[in-house]
């Protein structure tokens, strides 16, 4: 049996004690991508932080292939999952390459020098996301896609069995969006990566997930495949939409919902 | 690999380049702290003198008693004061942060004054360690207040003017004891209490070596999570970084160095935050494990640099080191405001 791979048994998140999404049941196993879709503020990022660990859950379990996630030292967690934030970061005078080799952390000795496996893997990473072209230009000063694209390569040379994204497809355009979420296929069905992330596109979030976790506080609203999840009846109501706004033919909301009826 | 190897070359080029230029600064400059003073040598008397051992020529106590010692206090007390900067830079991720200008080190200044004139009193010499704890026990204090304020307020200019409030009400309380002092304590008190390098002598060595070494030793081991900590708290966590451990880690060593230095030589201004900056600026990078060992002997080299002016300038008038230091660092801390302006 492959225990890789995350899952969570009856968890609540919230802050400070205060549930804000309550029994969420999850099962992430290795090659499968599942992405959560629900209106700003449901609490998606919530969710992400407290199965990335670093927001306490107020109750419940989470399980990082196969062992209870606080039974984890910080450094057996880095072994097994990486993640990807939205927030923005401010950096000082570090090329794109030292941002991609900080994700080698888990892997180095005590002063965290670059052996050349190391240097391999984030070769392999950059190469994957297309940023070795970047490698010494500062990180301040690429575009915001291109930031996002080293991040990922960050998270991916950590090797991880278990991949967590907040909105990785945000300051993106649509070829980078695209590109991205080819990558993100690729690791999962090549590497057998487990993805879990949030993504605001609708129509991405359909075409490149295995499952779609539909957050709407304070449970779970739904979830299921992509063609159980988008239809109009579970989207209209996950954005409090007026009936028929979503059209299933082409993934897209309508503005005239009304007289297409 | 012969790709990236061969990104790696220009960078590894320039750092050896710095380093190789820090070592020669800090011969150059120790060279001139042993000739230059009210006594006039030759760079072959200080040879000589060393070379001479046990003899008492006017050269050779000169340079043993005074000018030795002090030299290597500026270099180790420089040295710290420059970790003890890169340290709370990272920690409130600001890069105008350091020990003189967060309170840190007036809160240091503040229990030494307290515990030489109350616990002391004027007979005794205070012994090397109990300046060291009690200037520890202080910077602590100073440090708590301003962990207090930076949890409330999220904002890097507040955190500073706080940090400077926190100085001023420990500096002021300072003067206030000051003020009670017995007449022999006040005029070494005063030196002291402005930062001064003046009147190290080899027990004062023997104290500070051991503490500024090993808390430097601890801070170079620490780069790897402080680089980890340069892309942002959820980030290191994230790469396994234990952050609470981290955080006590920082807070300690920075406390330790920044009492260190001012047990010995008084709050000295603006090292902190310049040399950190002014060397990474020079490497290019701000990765810990380049930027650590350099700071130090960057730090190393600004000190003695502005000791030299600091006895010279008006000499036979010493003026405080502080003084000199606010001079040349100043600038430097305000040319990094006007660049983050721009940047935004």
């Not at chain 1, 490698?135 to 301040?140: A, E, G, K, L, Y």
């Not at chain 2, 200019?157 to 926190?166: F, R, Y």
């Not at chain 2, 010279?312 to 302006?341: M, N």
């Amino acid at each position: 049996m492959d225990e890789r791979g995350l899952a969570c048994d009856d968890l609540s998140v919230g802050y400070d004690g205060a549930v804000l999404i309550e029994q969420i049941e999850l099962e992430v196993k290795p090659g499968r991508i599942v992405t959560l879709i629900g209106p700003n503020g449901a609490g998606k990022s919530t969710i992400l932080k407290t199965l990335a660990g670093s927001l306490p859950s107020v109750a419940g379990w989470v399980y990082l292939s196969g062992k209870p996630l606080d039974e984890l030292t910080s450094h057996e967690r880095a072994l097994e999952m990486s993640v990807m934030l939205t927030e923005r970061l401010t950096t000082e005078l570090l090329t794109c390459a030292d941002i991609v080799e900080a994700g080698r952390y888990p892997h180095t000795g005590r002063l965290g020098v670059l052996d050349d496996d190391d240097r391999a893997a984030v070769d392999e990473a950059m190469r994957l996301v297309a940023v070795k072209d970047l490698s010494d230009r500062d990180f301040m000063h690429v575009s915001d896609g291109q930031r996002q694209r080293v991040l990922l390569a960050r998270a991916i040379c950590q090797e991880p069995a278990v991949l967590l994204l907040d909105e990785p497809t945000s300051y993106l355009d649509i070829k980078y969006q695209i590109d991205l979420l080819r990558i993100l296929r690729t690791l999962a069905d090549e590497k057998r990566v487990a993805i879990v992330m949030s993504l605001h596109e609708l129509q991405l979030a359909r075409i490149v997930s295995d499952e779609i976790v539909c957050i709407k506080g304070p449970r779970v609203f739904a979830s299921g495949t992509p063609e159980e999840m988008f239809v109009p009846q579970v989207i209209d109501e996950l954005y409090d939409l007026p009936a028929g706004c979503y059209d299933p033919a082409t993934g897209t909301v309508t503005l005239s919902a009304e007289k297409s009826r | 690999m012969t790709a990236s190897l061969q990104t790696q070359r220009p960078r590894t080029r320039r750092i050896v380049a710095v380093y190789v230029s820090l070592a020669i600064a800090l011969a150059v400059f120790v060279v001139l702290n042993a000739c230059i003073g009210s006594t006039m040598l030759a760079p072959a008397d200080v040879v000589g003198a060393l070379a001479g051992g046990g003899q008492k020529t006017v050269a050779a106590q000169v340079i043993w008693d005074i000018r030795l010692p002090r030299l290597i206090a500026a270099i180790l007390l420089g040295g710290a004061l420059a970790l003890a900067g890169f340290l709370l830079q990272t920690f409130f991720n600001n890069p105008i942060a350091g020990p003189y200008i967060l309170g840190i080190s007036s809160g240091a200044k503040f229990v030494v004054a307290f515990v030489m004139i109350f616990v002391v009193g004027s007979q005794a010499q205070m012994s090397s360690w109990m300046l060291v704890l009690s200037a520890f026990i202080g910077s602590t204090i100073a440090m708590v207040f301003v962990l207090l304020v930076s949890r409330r307020i999220n904002s890097m200019a507040m955190l500073i003017v706080a940090g400077v409030m926190i100085g001023y009400i420990a500096s002021a309380a300072t003067d206030f004891l000051i003020t009670f002092a017995s007449d022999q304590n006040i005029v070494n008190l005063r030196n002291w209490s402005l930062g001064s390098f003046s009147g190290t002598n080899w027990a004062d060595i023997a104290g500070m070596t051991p503490v500024v070494l090993a808390a430097s030793v601890a801070t170079f081991l620490l780069s790897k999570p402080i680089g980890a900590f340069q892309l942002g708290e959820n980030y290191a966590q994230s790469m396994g970084v234990n952050i609470r451990a981290f955080r006590v880690a920082l807070v300690v060593l920075s406390s330790l160095l920044a009492a260190v230095v001012t047990a010995f030589a008084g709050p000295i201004s603006f090292v902190g935050i310049a040399v950190p900056h002014l060397v990474k600026r020079f490497l290019g990078t701000s990765k810990p494990l380049i930027v650590i060992p350099a700071a130090f002997l960057g730090g190393g080299i600004f000190c003695l640099f502005c000791d030299l002016i600091a006895r010279c300038a008006f000499a036979p008038t010493e003026i405080s080191i502080s003084t000199v230091t606010a001079i040349f660092g100043a600038p430097v801390v305000i040319a990094i405001l006007l660049k983050r302006k721009r940047g935004r």
